[in-house]
């Protein structure tokens, strides 16, 4: 099987598994806890501009976080996750 088989292969499999047919793909799903973003960084003991600026995000996405408006998805929500489970993260990391 040439390279461009083996290609269009994955991507017509690709194609069936995304309209629901069965090709024996192996999916993998991870559930990211919701968080509570201003409880969070409580526990850190960091201000609002402190804590943005530890995990790279503008303060006023923080706030948005912090106030409900909106909240963290991806990587944000992983990274505010691990923060929720040891507080000490972000300033270990950072030192």
């Known amino acids: 099987?040439?390279?461009?088989?083996?290609?269009?292969?994955?991507?017509?499999?690709?194609?069936?598994?995304?309209?629901?047919?069965d090709v024996g793909a192996k999916v993998h799903s991870i559930a990211v806890p919701e968080v509570n973003v201003a409880a969070i960084r409580a526990s850190t003991g960091l201000s609002q501009r402190d804590f943005a600026r530890s995990i790279g995000v503008a303060k006023g996405?923080?706030?948005n976080w912090e106030q409900g408006r909106r909240q963290p998805t991806g990587p944000a929500q992983v990274l505010l996750a691990m923060i929720a489970k040891r507080p000490s993260l972000v300033g270990e990391l950072l030192r």
């Open 61 to 63: 996405t923080l706030l």
């Open 1 to 21: 099987m040439t390279a461009y088989d083996s290609i269009m292969q994955g991507l017509n499999e690709a194609l069936d598994h995304a309209k629901g047919k």
